[in-house]
C-alpha cells in the first residue's frame, strides 16, 4: 500500500505546470458564469433561388390562412430579404375567438412550386381552447392542384388534427 502512495505521489509531481518558453503561459481557466461566455451569431447561408416566379410569389404574398380561423379574413406576412441574401418570414392570423396561427422563420429555398421555411409553425386555441401547438423544425410549403396558395405539406403534425395552413400569392 506504500508504494502505491508514493507512486501516486510521485506521478503528482510529475505533473507541474511547465515555465518553458516554447510550451507557452498555462491555459486559462474555464469560466462556469454565463455572463462571461460569448454565443457567436448563427451565420446563414443566403436563400436559394431556384424558381425567379415563386420568389416574385413570395415576396407578393397576400397573406396567410389557417382553415380553423378562416379563409375570408387573411393574416398579415412580411417576407423580405435582408442585406445578406437570406429571407426572413414573419406572419400572424387572429381569429375573433382568440385562436392564433404563427409563422417565424427564414426561407433556405424556393423553387418551381415550392419553398422551405426553417423555422417556427405554431397554432394556440384553435379549434378548440387549450390546444398547443408549435414545433421549430424545417418544414415543407408547395402550391399543388394549380391553387392560388402555398401550403404546408405536414398536415397532422402536432396532434393528429389535420392543419391547413396557406401562404396566398
Known amino acids: 500500500m506504500r508504494q502505491v502512495v508514493l507512486l501516486a505521489l510521485a506521478a503528482l509531481a510529475a505533473c507541474t505546470v511547465s515555465s518553458d518558453p516554447i510550451a ?14 460569448v454565443v457567436a451569431p448563427v451565420s446563414e447561408q443566403p436563400t436559394r433561388i431556384l424558381s425567379q416566379r415563386d420568389a416574385d410569389r413570395l415576396l ?18 412580411s417576407i423580405a430579404p435582408d442585406d445578406r441574401g437570406v429571407w426572413h418570414v414573419r406572419g400572424a392570423q387572429t381569429g375573433s375567438d382568440g385562436g392564433e396561427l404563427e409563422v417565424d422563420g427564414i426561407i433556405t429555398e424556393t423553387g418551381e412550386g415550392y419553398f422551405i421555411l426553417r423555422g417556427t409553425v405554431a397554432i394556440t386555441d384553435t379549434p378548440d381552447r387549450g390546444r398547443e401547438c408549435r414545433a421549430d423544425k424545417i418544414w415543407r410549403f408547395a402550391i399543388t392542384q394549380n391553387r ?15 392543419d391547413y395552413v396557406d401562404i396566398y400569392f
Do not use: H, K, M
Open 148 to 162: 392560388q396558395y402555398y401550403r404546408l405539406r405536414e398536415f397532422e403534425w402536432c396532434d393528429g388534427l389535420t
Open 60 to 77: 407578393g404574398n397576400t397573406g396567410l390562412t389557417l382553415q380553423w380561423i378562416g379563409w375570408e379574413r387573411r393574416g398579415p406576412v
Open 24 to 37: 507557452g503561459p498555462p491555459p486559462a481557466p474555464i469560466s462556469t458564469n454565463a455572463a462571461d461566455s
